[in-house]
């Protein structure tokens, strides 16, 4: 019986030439990501060194990545200080994948990782952070850890314990219609399967929807799996992967392609035809309250918010500016841009995007998590309600209990800003 | 013996038990005071009244969803909390282990707040309703990090036989 994409990642990783479902290895780490939260994964790494009498020492410093995106620039004089100690602790261990606040190495650490071709398809990366399954997007084995674990990480470079996660395939075919986008695909999906409906197993993404999607897509995709509790999404890396890290990340070694086998055995296969999804929304308070968008058109909304490590990219930018283009946002309705990374805010303003968003009465903010996750800028008021292109709509997630969050593509986003309650792109008039 | 102290659902959010907005707080000491903070009444009785350790709160499906945030397991390790739920979302359970939270997975549980419930090798038994219910154990791998004392403990052991 043939090994899922996963299985042949892992036994790889393990030094093995098979792992089954529910074996327990102890893969090789290739990257090992964090964001401000490096600052308790230093505390645990000091801990574990404490009474050792070593030196306390990563275990690779080409192979850890730290990425300041989730308050930046800082918004106290807390989260000033952590940043301050964490810049000293990457001089001091010599990490080399050190992204500070600055032009183009800055952005969120889900567009920087693939950005920067820090992921390579085969391998296993790790993230103290749950949206860490974007890199699947890639072909890599990618999931999140908390700090502990990740301090483990940077002493044994290994994460131990990892139970192989059955897997479950979905096949995704056909065309997508005009202004229906990968987000719609996966918000769909998470409503298929449910919030807990993927808990310790992992999407393989098939089908030629996913073959025919961009890079940027497939990161929307993979990305949003843990919202259906899964370990991880992947896509077997294909032609579009090589053309990815060669042309926009700039990779020039070799690049290894590893795939499933034909006859792989899965969980089960959920099969979506794309051409008969409209467009998603998710709404409150949780990410599978999943409707079609013809089901909650015409819902007063006070804030839009397009970016995040789901939708922040190029393409989602042009799609949005595209949309307002030449026309005025609603009154009464806050429209907050926040591109995914350096690189992408100058492309948006080279090609006039975010020209095109301003005039219609966007707010472009600099890169980074922004209001996704309430604790830096775009926090709602009591009792106002988002409409958002990040990927959690949980109670409290915008900074208040007393406010909601629906979710959608960037074009709903777009076309709702237009006329301030949510609208289907091609309908805003 | 302990008491069931408050009683959830499924689907109970990281983002509910650890607001983001206290996540530049990252020493575990300095993070009970957030947990549940958007729930008062419950954030209230763990703050205020000393509540004795090893008091156990109930939840249902998939407890800890959500982000990866180590507070939200260390916020409850503070008050030196049990967490009985039906099931727990993966990097959450994996947290509990690592920085010794007391999490059991007991698929049945069925307690009101009040209830006495005493916790054995393989059961959970409700004192109060007179009702005893399943627990799903921990792995092999997951236990030996339990005995160790949490992971820092162990990675420190792993470190060490490396190091030899």
């Known amino acids: 019986m043939g090994q899922t994409l996963v299985q042949k990642i892992l036994a790889k990783a393990s030094g093995r030439d098979k792992v089954e479902v529910g074996d327990i290895v102890e893969p090789a780490v290739s990257l090992a990501m964090s964001h401000e939260n490096a600052a308790l994964v230093m505390n645990q790494f000091y801990e574990i060194y404490k009474g050792a009498n070593l030196e306390p020492k990563i275990w690779d410093s080409s192979k850890i990545a ?80 908390g700090a502990t674990e990740m301090a483990s990480v940077w002493v044994l470079g290994t994460v131990l314990n990892v139970p192989v996660p059955a897997t479950i395939k979905v096949l995704a075919h056909g065309q997508f219609r005009k202004n229906v986008y990968p987000k719609d695909l996966i918000l769909h999906l998470i409503g298929l399967v449910t919030n807990k409906g993927a808990n310790y197993k992992v999407f393989e993404f098939h089908g030629d929807a996913i073959k025919n999607m961009p890079t940027s897509g497939r990161l929307t995709i993979c990305n949003m799996a843990v919202e259906a509790g899964a370990t991880a999404g992947i896509v077997p890396p294909d032609e579009e992967t090589i053309n990815y890290l ?12 590893v795939l499933p086998d034909e006859d792989a055995k899965y969980d089960h296969v959920i099969d979506i035809d794309v051409s008969a999804l409209e467009p998603q929304i998710a709404r409150p308070h949780a990410v599978d309250n999943v409707t079609s968008i013809d089901g909650i058109s015409g819902l007063k909304v006070d804030q839009i918010v397009i970016g995040s490590c789901t939708n922040g990219r190029l393409d989602d930018i042009k799609v949005a500016a595209d949309i307002v283009k030449g026309k005025k946002i609603a009154d009464g309705v806050r429209l907050l ?19 095109d968003l301003m005039e219609a009465g966007a707010v472009i903010a600099n890169p980074g998590c922004g209001p996704c996750l309430g604790i830096h800028q775009g926090a709602l008021g009591d009792g106002e309600r988002a409409l958002s292109t990040t990927n959690r709509n949980f109670k409290g997630r915008m900074g208040n209990p007393d406010s909601e969050v629906y979710l959608c593509s960037p074009a709903v986003a777009a076309a709702s800003a237009l006329t301030g309650v949510i609208t289907k792109p091609n309908e805003e008039k | 013996m302990a008491k069931v102290i408050y009683k959830f659902g499924d689907d109970i959010s990281t983002d509910i038990i650890y607001p983001g907005r206290y996540m530049a707080t990252v020493l575990p000491d300095e993070t009970p005071q957030y947990a549940f903070d958007d729930i008062k009444e419950l954030n209230k009785i763990l703050t205020g009244s000393k509540v004795p350790e090893g008091s156990i709160i109930v939840a249902g499906k998939n407890f800890g969803t959500g982000s990866s945030r180590e507070q939200a397991v260390s916020t409850l390790k503070g008050h030196e909390l049990v967490i009985i739920a039906k099931s727990f979302a993966r990097i959450f359970y994996q947290n509990s282990v690592n920085l010794g939270l007391r999490i059991i997975i007991c698929p049945d549980i069925d307690a009101e707040p009040g209830d006495e419930l005493e916790i054995t090798d393989g059961k959970v038994i409700n004192r109060t309703q007179h009702k005893e219910f399943e627990i799903i154990p921990h792995s092999k791998t ?5 005995e160790a004392g949490g992971l820092i403990a162990y990675t420190r052991r792993r470190l060490l036989e490396k190091e030899v």
């Open chain 1, 337 to 355: 841009v926040f591109p995914a990374s350096g690189r992408i805010y100058r492309e948006a303003m080279e090609k006039g995007y975010l020209m």
């Open chain 1, 66 to 145: 730290i990425i300041f995106d989730h308050r930046v620039p800082a918004e106290s004089a807390k989260t000033a200080t952590n940043q301050k100690l964490i810049r000293a602790f990457v001089r001091e261990q010599g990490i080399m994948k050190f992204h500070d606040i600055r032009g183009d190495k800055m952005g969120i650490c889900h567009q920087i990782l693939p950005e920067y071709g820090y992921v390579r398809p085969g391998t296993v990366v790790v993230g103290t952070d749950s949206h860490t399954t974007s890199h699947g997007a890639l072909g890599a084995f990618a999931f999140g850890i």
């Open chain 2, 142 to 146: 997951r236990q030996k990090i339990i």
């Open chain 1, 246 to 257: 060669r042309n926009i990340a700039g990779v020039t070694d070799d690049i290894e392609l």
